[in-house]
């Protein structure tokens, strides 16, 4: 049973599309995350939800807009795709939304071309 | 703000050798520290975590010692294996930031036989 699970793991697409990567937890946490990894391996945080509201918006592009239907859920929409959004994308949850470790997904590698 | 620094990699290290990363971190209060691990073309792990200070984590025989005093919390393991080749990242959460983890910039151990 995988704790965090994001499709798809591979995303190649071209510029100017709208694309949408996808996460579920199963482990019954509050709080949701998506973490971009750029190609250098940095990470840093995107966004976080905590009881499917927004708390973490961290300097992101109007094109990139999260979804959370549902605790268990945290979507990441992309519109007009740009080269430079070509990085690894991680889902990841946590108990609460404070002081503790996060349980990451598997990742989705995102190339536009 | 908040800021972790690792040591720069890649570190290569012969098969049983011993292996310390090291790690610094900038915070306001008393941040949990982290220490995750990503495998190849996979996730990230969650290797061993400290919440207070003087706290030791452990795990896998990697072991990191929460130091208040030096703003510290370096990976050691004393034999090192060719399954330990990954990336290495340390991070940290602060109270009051949401669960944000900030992570340093990685450190890549390649380990011979």
């Known amino acids: 049973d995988t704790a965090v699970s994001q499709t798809p793991k591979y995303l190649v697409t071209q510029m100017g599309n709208d694309k949408s990567i996808k996460c579920e937890q199963n482990?019954?946490?509050?709080?949701m995350y998506w973490y971009k990894q750029d190609s250098k391996k940095f990470l840093k945080i995107m966004f976080s939800?905590?009881?499917?509201?927004?708390?973490i918006n961290e300097t992101v592009p109007n094109r990139f807009s999260p979804k959370s239907p549902d605790k268990a859920h945290l979507n990441l929409h992309i519109n007009s795709l740009e080269l430079g959004d070509s990085a690894v994308y991680f889902c990841?949850?946590?108990?609460?939304?404070?002081?503790?470790?996060?349980?990451f997904g598997q990742g989705t590698r995102l190339t536009v071309v | 703000g908040n800021s972790v620094t690792q040591m720069e990699g890649p570190v290569t290290l012969s098969e049983e050798a011993f292996l310390t990363i090291n790690c610094t971190y900038t915070?306001?209060?008393?941040?949990?520290l982290f220490w995750y691990v990503q495998y190849p073309g996979e996730g990230l792990q969650l290797l061993l975590k400290a919440t207070k200070a003087d706290d030791k984590g452990s795990n896998k025989g990697f072991e990191a010692t929460y130091r208040k005093e030096t703003t510290s919390f370096h990976l050691e393991k004393g034999s090192v294996q060719v399954s330990d080749s990954a990336v290495y990242f340390c991070?940290?959460?602060?109270?009051?930031?949401?669960?944000?983890?900030?992570f340093g910039q990685g450190t890549e151990l390649s380990v011979k036989p």
């Open positions: 990841a949850s946590s108990q609460r939304a404070s002081n503790t470790e996060a349980f």
């Open positions: 991070a940290l959460t602060a109270y009051n930031q949401g669960g944000k983890l900030i």
């Open positions: 482990l019954g946490h509050d709080t």
């Open positions: 915070a306001t209060g008393y941040p949990s």
């Open positions: 939800y905590n009881n499917k509201e927004l708390i």
